[in-house]
C-alpha cells in the first residue's frame, strides 16, 4: 500500500503558526527522500522543506529558519512545523515521498498526499 495523508492546516494570522503531518503507509515512509511542497493558486508547486536518509534537511529560501521538517518513527508521520506565518506561505502543502534524490524537483517524487491547505491572513 501506497498513501500519504496530510492534515493540519488550516486559517491563521501572521506570524502564527502551523504544524502539518502527514502520515505514511510503511513501504512510503521509508523512502530516502520525504518532502513537502506547495502550491499556491496560479503558481507553480515549490519545494519548501526535504528530509534526507537519517537526519539531513534542506529548506527553500523562502522558508529557512521559519519552518522545521521532521519524521516521527513512531506514528509513520513526517512533520512540518512553521511558525512566523506570513502571506505569502498561503497555499496548498503536498507530502511527497518515492525519489532517492532528495531535490526540490516535484517530477522525481511519484508519491503525492492530497493536499492541506494553509490560509494566512495578513
Known amino acids: 500500500q501506497t498513501t500519504l495523508v496530510e492534515s493540519g492546516g488550516g486559517s491563521v494570522q501572521g506570524g502564527g503558526s502551523l504544524t502539518l503531518s502527514c502520515v505514511a503507509s510503511?513501504?512510503?515512509?521509508?523512502?530516502?527522500?520525504l518532502a513537502w511542497f506547495r502550491q499556491a493558486p496560479g503558481k507553480e508547486r515549490e519545494g519548501v522543506a526535504v528530509?534526507?536518509?537519517?537526519?539531513?534537511?534542506k529548506y527553500s529560501d523562502s522558508v529557512n529558519g521559519r519552518f522545521t521538517i521532521a519524521r516521527d518513527g513512531a506514528k509513520n508521520t513526517l512533520l512540518l512545523q512553521m511558525t512566523s506565518l506570513k502571506s505569502e506561505d498561503t497555499a496548498t502543502y503536498y507530502c511527497?515521498?518515492?525519489?532517492?534524490?532528495?531535490?526540490?524537483?516535484?517530477?522525481?517524487?511519484?508519491?503525492w498526499g492530497q493536499g492541506t491547505q494553509v490560509t494566512v491572513s495578513a
Open positions: 511527497a515521498a518515492g525519489s532517492n534524490i532528495c531535490t526540490f524537483n516535484a517530477d522525481l517524487y511519484p508519491y
Open positions: 528530509f534526507e536518509g537519517v537526519g539531513k534537511t
Open positions: 510503511p513501504l512510503l515512509y521509508s523512502s530516502y527522500c
